[in-house]
């Protein structure tokens, strides 16, 4: 069966995702189809581009040239500085690749990084970040942020917020929705049809029965043993200090953690340069590259194609599987 090409949006256009798209295409080619929707008076030119007009001829055209569908942008291209007149195109490409993906013309978006700042400035963007900016056009209101790789996977509960507001933040509902969410997404976009989900504690020791704090026993074991009477496959709460080594990750599928550095850490740690960006609970698959627009190496050639490249990869792998 032959898959629909991958749409990569171009994200701002001053970072380092342009040259990261010729990149990836140098180094895929025809293996995994995908186009570039962007602004072809944009790219850096290292490759030869071809303008396409629909997603199909990105499976013919990839094998010579890298597919652009061009979209307008009312700004320059300059390494390291975003113009505010190209914000609002920015906004438009991740809605234009949704709809593709929406529609099956594309099998999966995955998004190159957006200048959050830029957006707000140029566009009046209203959205934390693109992950909740895609959560809105798919029509959800909760998604879960995993990153990826070949050796691990991470879902942190609660995200960009003080470690101070964690506990707070980290309520019943919210770990079962993320938990559940997670576990549908290994299953439909992962082809692993029972996963094995280790959930991390909060408190050093997970707690250590209460000595390092009651969050562990009363807040967080209670989700789990509720989730395992629906047929869950969980372990936990457990100690994040003891989950990582090799013969651990071993034992599950996934590790559910309670806030942001307690999941990255271990995935940066082990796979920095190919760790992937994927949100579950979208009705479309999205991964992206786990980096910033970098605009300190913006046209200098050094950036790393290696993210880029594992999104593409993973996502093409989540659309095979659905």
């Known amino acids: 069966?032959?898959?629909?090409?991958?749409?990569?949006?171009?994200?701002?256009?001053?970072?380092?995702?342009?040259?990261?798209?010729?990149?990836?295409?140098?180094?895929?080619?025809?293996?995994?189809?995908?186009f570039l929707i962007a602004d072809p008076d944009h790219l850096p030119g290292a490759v030869p581009a071809t303008v396409i007009q629909s997603p199909s001829e990105a499976l013919d055209l990839c094998a010579t040239s890298l597919p652009v569908l061009a979209h307008p942008f009312f700004g320059r291209a300059t390494p390291g500085t975003p113009d505010p007149a190209n914000a609002e195109s920015v906004v438009d490409v991740i809605a234009r690749a949704t709809d593709l993906a929406i529609s099956g013309e594309a099998s999966a978006i995955c998004t190159s990084p957006i200048h959050k700042k830029a957006l707000k400035d140029g566009a009046d963007f209203a959205w934390p970040g693109?992950?909740?900016?895609?959560?809105?056009?798919?029509?959800?209101?909760?998604?879960?942020?995993?990153?990826?790789?070949?050796?691990?996977?991470?879902?942190?509960?609660?995200?960009?917020?003080?470690?101070?507001?964690?506990?707070?933040?980290?309520?019943?509902?919210?770990?079962?929705?993320?938990?559940?969410?997670?576990?549908?997404?290994?299953?439909?976009?992962?082809?692993?049809?029972?996963?094995?989900?280790?959930?991390?504690?909060?408190?050093?020791?997970?707690?250590?029965?209460?000595?390092?704090?009651?969050?562990?026993?009363?807040?967080?074991?209670?989700?789990?043993?509720?989730?395992?009477?629906?047929?869950?496959?969980?372990?936990?709460?457990?100690?994040?200090?003891?989950?990582?080594?090799?013969?651990?990750?071993?034992?599950?599928?996934?590790?559910?953690?309670?806030?942001?550095?307690?999941?990255?850490?271990?995935?940066?740690?082990?796979?920095?340069d190919r760790g992937v960006n994927v949100t579950l609970g979208l009705p479309f698959i999205r991964t992206s590259p786990d980096h910033g627009t970098a605009f300190d190496i913006a046209g200098t050639g050094q950036a790393n194609p290696s993210s880029t490249i594992e999104a593409l990869r993973m996502a093409h792998l989540m659309a095979k599987s659905a």
């Open 130 to 272: 693109h992950t909740e900016y895609l959560a809105y056009l798919g029509g959800v209101d909760r998604v879960v942020m995993m990153l990826a790789s070949d050796q691990l996977r991470v879902v942190p509960t609660t995200i960009h917020i003080p470690l101070s507001e964690v506990p707070a933040a980290l309520t019943p509902d919210l770990l079962a929705d993320t938990i559940r969410i997670t576990a549908q997404g290994l299953k439909t976009q992962f082809g692993i049809a029972q996963p094995r989900i280790a959930v991390a504690g909060l408190n050093p020791h997970a707690g250590e029965g209460g000595a390092m704090g009651h969050e562990d026993a009363t807040l967080i074991a209670p989700v789990l043993d509720a989730l395992r009477t629906e047929g869950f496959d969980i372990a936990g709460p457990l100690p994040a200090d003891t989950m990582f080594h090799a013969a651990a990750r071993a034992r599950y599928d996934v590790a559910i953690c309670a806030y942001h550095d307690q999941a990255l850490i271990p995935i940066k740690t082990l796979d920095f």
């Open 1 to 34: 069966m032959t898959i629909a090409p991958i749409a990569l949006t171009c994200g701002e256009p001053a970072g380092i995702g342009l040259e990261l798209a010729e990149k990836a295409w140098q180094i895929l080619g025809d293996s995994l189809p995908f």
